[in-house]
């Protein structure tokens, strides 16, 4: 059987061409020999993929025509992006993996199969609008053409379209949930931290949620992240959180309400030296850090909560005002705590890492609930006494002709206009 090919390349002044052993046909007699195809790029991502295609199109027993013409293609946006999200995942972007879901999902099947200089305007505003028809939240479709606007600035900077086509595309309108997050009150957490437990099925998710309430409001992924390098274990000081939309490392200071939370649960693990404070528990990959990607603590901590005898219908249901909890309403809980406390906005932004003061300044709205006496006119309570009298006065039935038509409020009746 015939070594497969592989091909080699080589940069010339051109280009990149591909050396590789190709069958064609010679005076009537099959023949096996090395040929030069030209790739037409410079780029040598491209030039690898496109050795790639050739060479398995070869293995298969295309011929050298078609080899030539998948070396004259161009790529097209679904094989750029690679190179885009691997350049992404190469710079440490944290949002590399959800990055690489928006293309999968949502680009790519609308016009990942297309060149992407002959992608125009209306196409980029059709693939927003099919987001919308899927039923997606106004955040997921402001996501997908903030993602697209980035990938043409990359392709904008390297030279390989000369325009950007989505930026003149406003983000069409989709469905928005204005419903607020139910919160745990502080009296909850109280209870669901001391509720019993026998057979200690509550304990991880006891941990999670005073880690994410108490320690500058962890993230869901900034707890999947957390190892015990992270946290001084000789006196429970400090710690560092591996903060989920960046790349940076956040110390602070533990607070002395998490300390002996943290020491316990350090003890109870046998004192690690290294490994995730939160690993998976269950499964083959007992032990180990559980995966970014699909981690949701939502759904176990209504469950967790409901078992500990904590059942406000707000916390665990969707109502016309509110939606239920979920595992990032400790964080919300923690920042509008913050803003209740009087902590300024700069300072709680750096416990939080909220990089983005519109985020930050919701949650700070959505604790102002008590309307200032300053706001308030001077009127004495005891006007409502004056008011109630009045009400009552109204509410007498009429028994004066004149009294009716001033209680409809209609001019009284009259008869001079030649009426009988």
């Known amino acids: 059987m015939a070594r497969p090919r592989t091909g080699s390349l080589e940069l010339r002044k051109d280009g990149y061409y591909l050396r590789v052993t190709v069958d064609a046909i010679v005076d009537g007699r099959p023949v096996s020999e090395r040929r030069w195809i030209p790739l037409e790029t410079l780029d040598e991502r491209v030039a690898k993929r496109k050795r790639e295609a050739i060479v398995a199109g070869l293995n298969s027993g295309a011929i050298v025509a078609e080899a030539k013409r998948e070396a004259r293609r161009a790529s097209t946006i679904a094989e750029l992006s690679q190179d885009y999200l691997a350049l992404r995942r190469a710079a440490g972007k944290r949002m590399a993996p959800e990055e690489e879901t928006y293309f999968r999902l949502h680009i790519n099947p609308a016009i990942g199969h297309r060149e992407p200089a002959g992608v125009t305007t209306p196409d980029v505003l059709r693939m927003l609008e099919t987001v919308v028809v899927k039923g997606k939240a106004a955040g997921t479709v ?6 697209l606007h980035r990938f043409y600035k990359w392709l904008l900077n390297t030279g390989r379209v000369s325009h950007n086509p989505v930026r003149d595309v406003a983000t069409p309108s989709a469905r928005r949930d204005t419903r607020k997050r139910v919160r745990p009150t502080d009296a909850e957490v109280l209870a669901f931290l001391t509720a019993a437990d026998p057979g200690q099925r509550l304990l991880e998710m006891k941990m999670l949620s005073i880690s994410s309430r108490v320690a500058g409001g962890m993230r869901t992924i900034e707890t999947v992240r957390w190892c015990w390098e992270h946290i001084d274990r000789e006196r429970f000081a400090h710690c560092w959180i591996p903060r989920g939309k960046g790349a940076e490392v956040q110390e602070l200071e533990v607070p002395d309400l998490l300390a002996p939370f943290l020491r316990a649960w350090w003890l109870r693990h046998g004192r690690p030296e290294t490994g995730p404070v939160f690993p998976v528990t ?17 759904a176990r901590m209504r469950r967790a909560f409901m078992k500990a005898g904590i059942t406000r219908h707000e916390l665990h249901n969707d109502t016309p005002r509110s939606r239920r909890a979920d595992f990032h309403s400790f964080r919300r809980a923690f920042v509008t705590a913050c803003a209740k406390g009087g902590t300024n906005a700069q300072e709680s932004m750096a416990l939080s890492a909220h990089t983005d003061y519109r985020t930050h300044a919701k949650y700070i709205v959505e604790s102002f609930t008590a309307i ?17 009298r009045v009400v009552g006065d109204s509410a007498r039935p009429p ?19 030649g009426g009988p």
Do not use: C, N, Y
């Not at 007992?286 to 995966?291: C, N, P, T, W």
């Not at 308030?376 to 109630?388: D, I, M, N, R």
């Open 282 to 298: 269950v499964g083959k990959r007992k032990g180990q850090q559980r995966l970014e990607r699909g981690t949701s603590f939502a």
């Open 399 to 417: 028994t004066k002709h004149r009294d009716f038509a001033r209680h409809g409020g209609f001019e009284p009746p009259t008869f001079g206009s």
């Open 142 to 147: 402001s996501h997908a053409r903030r993602l």
């Open 372 to 388: 200032p006496l300053a706001a308030l006119p001077a009127v004495s309570p005891a006007t409502a006494e004056v008011l109630a």
